[in-house]
């Protein structure tokens, strides 16, 4: 089944805004929610930066109205339900209308937050341990909670495939609608901090002691975040049936993977190459069309050297690009999502990111970032890459209505 997969409702939560709206206003003030405040109760997470929403879960549920006060959720799923909803009321889909649609989740984390606290219990006492905590552990029960919320039914999945969760999960997405199985469906990504992935990452030694820089030259790692970003995605027959404008277009995708390493990239990013290329040839989009790259750009020696090789032999002269991440955070499996939803807004908006923090160019590649937000700009095509763990490595291309 052939036709464009449309884009027409956005949600985020994250650190720089509770909301698009929030976002958009962080977004022009070039604002960061890195930071050493840190709600969760952890040395780690005092001691290194971060960037955390300052919400409690209950602040979180509380911008839920009507769920039951009884029902325990992990963090992960508060995140994605809070930014699915936004991306729903945005669309303006009607209950019946979701009853028809599909929710395809990401997370890493799942619900390991509640999971930490289930076994802390059951460690002093077998019988204080809550097993309502733990049943929130794994990661299909918050794309469960998601799907409730939304009233769906039909098509329920998770994907948990590290940093590139969220946007395998739009490509299964697309997938859904291009085979006709489904003309809407609700997809992205949630991920929040917990103890495990502060204690896990920085075992692999590539946190940063210091705000992260992506793509320089001294750089020392990255700074987890926390965050969910959500769309709604229709085929053409869904949006001219229900008569709404769609917000951009999911014109190619692409996934790879090279399996180099557990953890970490190929040395001439064959992976990256791979699904770049992929997604640009989906697309039908010339390399010298694209307008702007949202890079992966994790601030770790190995993935911002792998990625510059891969960028430069795909191409010739390189569009501006620039990470994200120094404003928002690493987010794991929610970085696809929430990158992608910047993506959507740096294209309505005329847009570029500033690449926070950056001083030198990587000397092998010699790539130089955008460091200051660049506005009125013509976006027609965004590249929006998200590398995970494994060599997985997926890349979006986000374009404009024509």
């Known amino acids: 089944m052939s036709g464009k997969v449309l884009i027409t409702g956005i949600g985020s939560v994250s650190s720089i805004g509770l909301s698009i709206q929030e976002l958009t206003d962080s977004i022009m003030r ?5 930071s050493h405040t840190s709600r969760l109760d952890s040395i780690l997470a005092r001691t290194l930066p971060t960037a955390q929403i300052q919400l409690s879960d209950q602040e979180l549920k509380d911008l839920l109205p009507g769920l039951p006060a009884e029902q325990v959720y992990s963090r992960t799923a508060l ?10 009321t945005m669309a303006g889909l009607t209950v019946k209308e979701l009853q028809a649609a599909a929710v395809v989740h990401s997370t890493s984390a799942g ?10 219990d059951y460690l002093t006492d077998p019988s204080k341990g809550d097993i309502n905590y733990a049943r929130t552990h794994d990661c299909g029960d918050s794309a469960e909670q998601i799907a409730a919320l939304l009233h769906i039914q039909r098509y329920i999945t998770s994907i948990s495939t590290a940093c590139s969760s969220a946007a395998n999960a739009m490509i ?8 006709g199985m489904c003309d809407v469906v609700i997809a992205g990504g949630s991920d929040a901090i917990c103890k495990f992935t502060v204690n896990g990452f920085n075992s692999l030694m590539i946190l940063s ?11 020392k790692g990255l700074n987890l975040g926390e965050a969910a970003g959500y769309f709604v995605l229709e085929s053409e027959a869904s949006v001219a049936r229900r008569g709404v404008k769609p917000l951009a277009v999911l014109s190619g995708y692409g996934n790879a993977c090279d399996a180099y390493h557990q953890t970490a990239s190929s040395p001439n990013g064959e992976g990256a190459y791979l699904a770049m290329t992929q997604a640009i040839k989906v697309s039908g989009v010339a390399p010298e069309e694209i307008d702007y790259i949202n890079a992966h750009g994790t601030g770790t020696q190995n993935n911002d050297l792998s990625e510059s090789v891969a960028l430069k032999r795909i191409f010739d002269a390189l569009p501006p690009v620039s990470s994200t991440k120094a404003m928002t955070g690493h987010t794991l499996a929610a970085a696809g999502g929430i990158e992608a939803v910047m993506s959507v807004l740096a294209i309505q908006n005329g847009w570029i ?3 926070k923090n950056f001083k030198e160019p990587i000397e092998e590649t010699g790539i130089i970032p955008v460091t ?24 979006l291309l986000i374009s404009a209505c024509s």
């Open 79 to 88: 995140l994605g339900m809070i930014a699915s909803k936004e991306a729903v």
């Open 209 to 219: 002691d210091e705000f992260c820089q992506p793509f320089d030259k001294n750089r």
């Open 172 to 179: 299964h997405a697309a997938r859904l609608i291009k085979s």
């Open 30 to 34: 070039s604002a960061t929610g890195v």
């Open 353 to 355: 990111f500033p690449n």
């Open 372 to 395: 200051e937000l660049q506005t009125n700009k013509k976006i027609r095509h965004i590249l929006s890459n998200s590398f995970g763990f494994g060599g997985n490595n997926s890349s």
């Open 111 to 120: 619900g390991m937050d509640k999971g930490e606290l289930f076994y802390a």
